[in-house]
């Protein structure tokens, strides 16, 4: 008789826990309180990319000049993008729904609170008196919510978030985008991208923390010069309403006026609600300790994805899903590798870092992007690949770059991490010539003679 495996969230993580649950013979269930997709697929990860793909294309069109190119300057079209958003949502929930089905997995739209550590109750609705699951093992997916302080909250209109990104049927003539992560950084590109006057408040944490310090500092440098005007140091306080829209208080006082604010100061994980607690947890923080495999205290409850708390990113979500799924299933797979999960800001240039860049006998080697023949075929190549690696043998430990298509170079590295590769065998491979992917092993020759 196979496992019987309840999956609590239909986000990028719940589904891919799903998928691995599946394929091993497991009697899977995902339980979901909104369409398959979950916020991700459908208010904030989805949307806000197809917004930043328009960003990136409008940024390619008006650097057409550069590549010989001549013609009218496109401008902002959020009708269009609208449209582009909701096809692009519907075909791929769509096509996830399918490949589930196709593997047998119970889709389940409802609310799931633990009754106990074995038990959970559904509801369908307020007025529905739910109906009670039990299961061999659980797997929380629920994925994540955003942070605003009691001062700061979206109305919708003047003040907005993440979420509201597949209902900006207009933009602004100015904005303050408030939050120096990821989210913030690539919604201050994207609206200087669309001609939107831009301020952009960061705290005392500055612009990406955690991530590498130069490509952090290229992307602030690379923003300022087209426009964005940096604040950088205070927390925001509080928003006032205006007569022109909104002025964005900071500590000293200082108001930061503009038509509409944008919020990305944070987010936590969405388990207040599961009763956790009743199923012999404790959090702290929304979260609760896991194992390489996402198991909790209760062995038979996984966590997975931003369940488990920072870093909240779709692919690490998504890979420990994967394990979690698989070892629920009854198998041994290799455990979670938190060392080869890449993050990824996707303003352009985009930012990726891999690994870590830090620690006893690392040595950094800092390869141009100019170094790759691609680069010199794009209208704005600037940029460079930090690789990471152990001085005494050359293993490859970690690595970040600030360029176009950042993420994409950086994937080899990732591979190399996985398999413990030195600098000295990384190099000894070509990509195809000329494409960006060049890059990771040109940085791995120059680093290892």
């Known amino acids: 008789m196979s496992n019987q495996i309840i999956i609590i969230g239909g986000g990028p993580a719940g ?19 909104s369409p398959l997709g979950g916020r991700a697929g459908w208010h904030s990860l989805m949307p806000s990319k197809v917004w930043l793909t328009a960003a990136d294309a409008l940024g390619l069109f008006r650097e057409g000049k550069l590549l010989g190119l001549a013609g009218e300057d496109p401008t902002a079209w959020p009708d269009g993008v609208m449209q582009r958003i909701k096809s692009v949502k519907g075909v791929w929930s769509g096509q996830q729904m399918e490949a589930l089905q196709a593997l047998g997995v119970k889709i389940v739209t409802g609310t799931a609170v633990f009754q106990s550590p ?29 942070i605003f302080p009691p001062t700061m909250k979206p109305n919708g209109k003047t003040v907005i978030a993440p979420r509201f990104a597949s209902g900006l049927n207009a933009l602004p003539k100015s904005m303050v985008v408030v939050g120096g992560g990821a989210t913030g950084s690539e919604f201050a ?8 006057d831009m301020t952009w408040v960061v705290d005392q944490f500055g612009v990406l923390p ?13 923003l300022a010069a087209r426009g964005v005007k940096l604040v950088e140091g205070q927390m925001a306080r509080r928003i006032d309403q205006t007569d022109g829209g909104i002025a964005v208080v900071l500590e000293d006082g200082a108001r930061c006026e503009a038509e509409m604010a944008f919020l990305a100061i944070g987010r936590k994980p969405d388990t207040a609600g599961l009763n956790l607690e009743a199923a012999g947890l404790t959090l702290e923080r929304g979260t609760a300790p896991v194992d390489e495999y996402g198991r909790s205290a209760q062995p038979h409850i996984y966590l997975a994805g931003d369940a488990t708390g920072d870093p909240m990113i779709a692919n ?4 420990q899903a994967w394990v979690a799924g698989q070892h629920a299933a009854g198998q041994t797979p290799p455990p979670f590798a938190p060392e080869t999960v890449i993050s990824a800001v996707y303003t352009e240039p985009q930012i990726a870092q891999v690994g870590r860049l830090t620690g006893d006998d690392v040595r950094i080697h800092t390869t141009d992007y100019g170094a790759g023949a691609k680069t010199h075929l794009l209208p704005a190549g ?37 398999v413990g590769m030195t600098a000295q065998e990384l190099g000894r491979i070509y990509g195809a010539h000329p494409t960006l992917s060049e890059l990771a092993f040109t940085a791995a020759r120059q680093a290892w003679h």
């Open 210 to 222: 955690g991530i590498d310090p130069d490509a952090s500092r290229f992307l602030k440098e690379t």
């Open 15 to 33: 589904i891919e826990a799903a998928r691995a649950a599946a394929k091993n013979g497991a009697d899977t269930t995902i339980i979901s309180n």
């Open 316 to 319: 690490r979500a998504m890979a």
């Open 118 to 146: 074995t038990a959970i109750l559904v509801k369908k609705g307020e007025d529905d008196p739910g109906e009670t699951m039990t299961a061999d093992a659980f797997i929380v997916a629920t994925g994540s919510v955003p």
């Open 382 to 418: 600037a940029g460079f690949v930090k690789l990471a690696y152990e001085g005494e043998n050359g293993r490859i430990v970690g690595a970040a770059a600030i360029g176009p298509h950042a993420g994409d170079v950086l994937a080899p590295i990732a591979v190399a991490i996985q």
């Open 189 to 196: 590109y994207l609206f200087n991208r669309m001609d939107v």
